[in-house]
């Protein structure tokens, strides 16, 4: 008879233990870091050739205003399934002599930890005429800019824009003559993308996708890159014109760190 109790207990208590695990499945892979480079991801240019690069993080050209931690080269990796669907949007406007240009992709999870040592050294202003003029840096981590964990590290996330082709002549970045990215076209550092409103990693309100102080051009092209991205897979961030990240990530949990060389 105590036996029998006992079974029940035993049962019940294994029961109890089954709920819990499927009420909380994912307390230990909410988020994991993984230090090498897994198979699924790809070399962009793999996949799409013709595809334009104008990746910051491995050159002056950024907030930080050196080459950021992990980016030993300018290759630029993402999963097969994000530079899958990224050759669909490039097939629809190459119609229109139009490409994407590419500013960043996956980001090692080092990177992201340089940006936040950067943002906390507030004696650092470096590169505040360009990227952060009308911000205070004590500002950056409350209001979102910077953050210890950017879903560029799990490998399905980009940064970009469009550019007719062939590609208007860009010139190089002179640290020396910085020019407030919220400025107008002809202001603002001369990209070569069609006008989207601001420069790429413009820490300003005009940044947001759909601010209304932008002119009906600038509206309308930002809507060309988001209509496109959107139709396959992609959804955009509200704060950043220039950053999506596909739907149907193939690890949505995975923070990856190892260097891009
Ligand atoms: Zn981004």
């Not at 009420?23 to 699924?40: G, M, V």
Request: glycine share 4%; charged share 25%.
């Amino acid at each position: 008879m105590i036996e029998k109790y006992l079974k029940s207990y035993l049962f019940l208590f294994v029961q109890i233990l089954l709920i819990g695990s499927s009420i909380f499945p994912s307390c230990s892979s909410i988020s994991q870091t993984n230090f090498s480079a897994p198979n699924e991801f790809v070399e962009i240019t793999n996949v799409i050739p013709d595809i334009i690069l104008d990746l910051r993080y491995s050159t002056n050209h950024n907030f930080l205003g050196v080459p950021v931690d992990g980016y030993e080269t300018d290759k630029c990796l993402m999963t097969k399934e994000a530079a899958e669907a990224l050759l669909k949007v490039q097939e629809e406007l190459k119609k229109f002599s139009l490409s994407l240009k590419i500013y960043d992709a996956f980001r090692p999870q080092r990177a992201v930890d340089h940006f936040v040592r950067w943002a906390k050294d507030l004696n650092d202003t470096l590169t505040k005429k360009e990227f952060y003029p009308t911000v205070n840096k004590d500002r950056l981590f409350i209001d979102g800019y910077i953050a210890e964990k950017s879903g560029h590290s799990r490998g399905s996330t980009v940064d970009l824009t469009i550019v007719s082709i062939p590609p208007p002549f860009q010139p190089k970045f002179d640290i020396e003559k910085q020019c407030k990215c919220y400025e107008s076209a002809e202001k603002r550092f001369k990209d070569n993308s069609i006008d989207m409103g601001t420069g790429f990693d413009c820490f300003h309100p005009l940044s947001h996708t759909e601010n209304k102080e932008l002119s009906a051009q600038q509206r309308a092209n930002r809507m060309l890159l988001r209509t496109l991205m959107e139709k396959y897979g992609f959804r955009n961030l509200a704060e950043e014109w220039w950053h999506f990240t596909l739907r149907n990530e193939p690890f949505p949990n995975t923070y990856f760190d190892f260097e891009i060389r």
